[in-house]
């Protein structure tokens, strides 16, 4: 049974940081691209970050440098620093695994920027 469980969201002042986690487990993580995706109220869902098997990232032109997204194969987690949050990127953020056209997601962990 494949699981994706993200953990770190909440509530944080704008200019202010957050590490959010996604562990998997029920698959073998190494070999998946693995992204996180954010959804705001009436918006669509948005690709935030990317990291392939081999580590290479890419980000959305919103992040401008504030997140880094990273991956740990031994203990089959993607992580998401993000610094400088504004109050535009308050959203559910998803954890998702991709393969060969097959995407797995998690539940989604709540962020909200406001002070």
């Known amino acids: 049974q494949v699981q994706l469980v993200e953990s770190g969201g909440g509530l944080v002042q704008p200019g202010g940081s957050l590490r959010l986690s996604c562990a998997a487990s029920?698959?073998?993580?190494?070999?998946?691209?693995m992204a996180w995706y954010r959804q705001a109220p009436g918006k669509q869902r948005e690709l935030v970050a990317f990291i392939s098997r081999g580590g290479t990232t890419n980000y959305a032109d919103f992040v401008e440098g504030r997140f880094t997204i990273s991956r740990d194969n031994a203990k089959n987690t993607v992580n998401l620093h993000m610094n400088s949050l504004k109050p535009e990127d308050t959203a559910v953020y998803y954890c998702?695994?991709?393969?060969?056209?097959?995407?797995?997601w998690g539940q989604g962990t709540q962020v909200t920027v406001s002070s």
């Open positions: 998702n695994a991709g393969r060969l056209g097959v995407d797995r």
């Open positions: 029920g698959i073998n993580f190494s070999i998946y691209a």
